[in-house]
Structure formats: structure tokens, C-alpha cells
């Protein structure tokens, strides 16, 4: 083999590199902050390398599902290094496989540079639902699972997640948690979803809300009392209502928006934006907590009014993008380009940015 595996994501995770690819008849590829990087210095990989690397991962069983439905999503731990996420598929009659870096510990609110106050508070509910949405890397993933941790180091719960695949690895601390994988553990998330609620528990944690029989799943559950968490993915919290809504038939939208009017606790949306000094990324957050307000436009169907909810709720502890990234640019954390570059309303936030900037000559 042309490369020593073990050896380069050793190093990925030490110069924090979240994402590695590999792919016949080239070098690898790292996503470095937010940016995709050649690491140049490497020889290219044949295909035989690259399907050596893949089998290594994979174990006889996993092996045999890539081979039936040509793809597989999988986690596996290096010892002493890291856990890590491993997508591999095929691409041009060979293989291809992408691994990213899962952190070893679970982390505070504080640490992971989120807003902690608001999320502590939707920590305390005990029914409902609470989804955690972004894009793909966004760092959704992680967040839920750090606010499981919360959960579980302060109530006295039993918690049952369904994941696809497990990532983080939780021990008991205040609760008992229960981890199943989908395709280890149970057939699928909705085969799962059916049983769940005669194992007893609090907390139910969906790894993906995916299709509309998962959608279901999570609502129904909240519904009778359980508090449960998943991820969606979307880009931000009105765009998480449409994507739910409009999965469902026309004749069944209206039901649905009735029931997340009565379930629906909060949505945390999230960004990762390069910082200033290109060292690394910060969260920019969008919540949403649902309060008479935002359940009054849900039910009205006035999803664009939801918005201007979330822009003057800080009372309720809620905030917009645009108001996170001003944040982050006021702390001098991220360049004024990057924040109206991720920004809901760009030129909105660009007039917000050129105003502090012209109070802060006029100052000097």
C-alpha cells in the first residue's frame, strides 16, 4: 500500500483536519477549517490501495453489505487516536471512501463556543421536541450529542437513542443510556421507532429525522409525553418547518403544523465559519424557542413571520444568523466578508456592518 493509514489519521487529527477523501489515481483530499486542501506531499492512490484501505476499515459483515448495496455508512475507532465517521461507496468502477474525525470528548455549551444559556433552558424540558438542524458538516451532530451529555450529566433519565451509526460513545452518568445502531442493533430507524416506546424511556434521540415515516415517529413520541431530539437537514429554522410540512401530503400539512404547534419545544440551527485568523471555525447559531408567538404564524401558515419572531425574542432567548455572525464580527472573530457571505439576509447585514463601522470612525 502506497500510504500508512494509521500514520495519516493520526496526523488528521492533530492538525485538525476534519475530513479525509480518498479516491483512485489521486493523492488525498483534507478539509482543513472549512476548506478542501491536496495534501500534495503524498503519492497517488490505485485503485488497489484505495479498496486495500476501505477493506481494512470494514469488517466481514460490514464487507458484505457494501458489496450487496454498494455503499456503507460505518464508524470505527483507532486506538489512542480517534473515532471517526467512514462513508464508502464506489465511483468510476472503484472506490471511493471518506473519513471524518469524531471528537473524543464530549464538551460544554462553553467550550464548544455555543450559546449556553438558551440551550441549558431547552435542557430542562422534559417533553417535546427539540431538532438540531444545518447542512452537512455543519456540526449538528455533534451538538445534539453534546446536549445529550448535559442531559445526561444532570437528570436522572433513561435515554434510547437510534443512530446510523453510533458516533459518539456515551456512559452513564445521572442516566442510563441506551445506544442502538442502525443495521448492528435493529433493521432500520422506523423498525426501531416502533418498539421504543415499550423500552421505558425519557428521552428518545433520533440520529436523523431522514423521511416522513421518521418524521412521524419523532412527533407521535413527543406527543405522549417523551422529550425527543433529532437532527434535520436544513439550513435554518423556517426552512426546517417547510422541509417537515411539505414532506407530508397536502390534506395531512394542516395536522402537522397543528401538531408541532403543540410539541415542538425549540430549534437550534447551526453554521461553521471560518475564523479571522483562518486557525479554525466557529458556531454561528439560529434558535427558535416556540412560544405562542411562533405558534400562532405556524398555525396561520406564515412561516416568513417566524423571522421577525426570532429577530426581536431575545427575551424568550432566541436569535437569528444574522444576529449571531454581527456578534462574532463585533467580538473581531470573523471578517466582515464571511459573516454577509453566510448571512439570511446579506444586505441587511451588510448595512448593520457598515453602520458600526461608521460609528466607530466617528468615535475615533
Do not use: W
Amino acid at each position: 500500500m502506497a500510504i500508512d493509514v494509521k500514520s495519516l489519521l493520526k496526523l488528521m487529527v492533530q492538525k485538525e483536519i476534519s475530513d479525509i477523501h480518498f479516491k483512485a489515481e489521486s493523492v488525498p483530499a483534507l478539509r482543513l477549517h472549512g476548506s478542501m486542501v491536496l495534501a500534495a506531499n503524498l503519492q497517488k492512490l490505485s485503485g488497489e490501495d484505495v479498496k486495500a484501505i476501505a477493506y481494512q476499515l470494514m469488517n466481514d459483515e460490514q464487507a458484505k453489505q457494501f458489496e450487496r448495496d454498494l455503499e456503507l455508512d460505518m464508524a470505527f475507532s483507532l486506538d489512542g487516536i480517534s473515532r471517526f465517521r467512514v462513508n464508502i461507496f464506489r465511483q468510476r468502477r472503484t472506490i471511493g471512501l471518506t473519513l471524518r474525525v469524531i471528537p473524543n470528548k464530549l464538551r460544554t455549551f462553553e467550550e464548544l463556543n455555543l450559546p449556553a444559556e438558551p440551550l441549558k433552558k431547552l435542557g430542562m424540558e422534559s417533553r417535546g421536541l427539540i431538532l438540531f438542524a444545518g447542512v452537512t458538516g455543519a456540526g449538528k451532530t455533534t451538538t445534539l450529542n453534546n446536549f445529550v451529555h448535559f442531559i445526561n450529566s444532570t437528570y436522572p433519565y433513561r435515554i434510547i437513542s437510534v443512530e446510523d451509526p453510533i458516533e459518539f460513545y456515551h456512559s452513564d452518568i445521572k442516566s442510563t443510556i441506551v445506544q442502538r445502531e442502525v443495521g448492528a442493533d435493529t433493521k432500520s430507524f422506523g423498525e426501531a421507532l416502533r418498539h421504543i416506546l415499550r423500552q421505558d424511556p425519557d428521552v428518545i434521540v433520533i440520529g436523523e429525522m431522514r423521511d416522513i415515516e421518521t418524521m412521524h415517529a419523532a412527533i407521535s413520541a413527543a406527543e405522549t409525553g417523551h422529550l425527543v431530539l433529532s437532527t434535520i437537514h436544513t439550513m435554518d429554522a423556517v426552512q426546517t418547518f417547510d422541509r417537515i410540512i411539505d414532506a407530508h401530503p397536502a390534506h395531512q400539512q394542516g395536522q402537522v403544523r397543528q401538531q408541532l404547534a403543540n410539541c415542538l419545544k425549540g430549534i437550534v440551527a447551526q453554521r461553521l465559519i471560518p475564523s479571522k485568523d483562518g486557525k479554525g471555525r466557529y458556531p454561528a447559531t439560529e434558535i427558535l424557542i416556540n412560544n405562542s408567538m411562533v405558534r400562532t404564524q405556524l398555525l396561520e401558515g406564515k412561516l416568513s413571520e417566524v423571522y421577525k419572531v426570532m429577530d426581536k425574542g431575545a427575551y424568550y432567548g432566541m436569535h437569528t444568523f444574522d444576529q449571531d455572525l454581527l456578534r462574532l464580527y463585533q467580538e473581531g472573530k470573523i471578517d466582515p466578508k464571511i459573516a454577509i457571505d453566510n448571512s439570511t439576509t446579506p444586505q441587511d447585514l451588510a448595512l448593520k456592518i457598515q453602520g458600526l463601522s461608521t460609528s466607530a470612525g466617528a468615535a475615533a
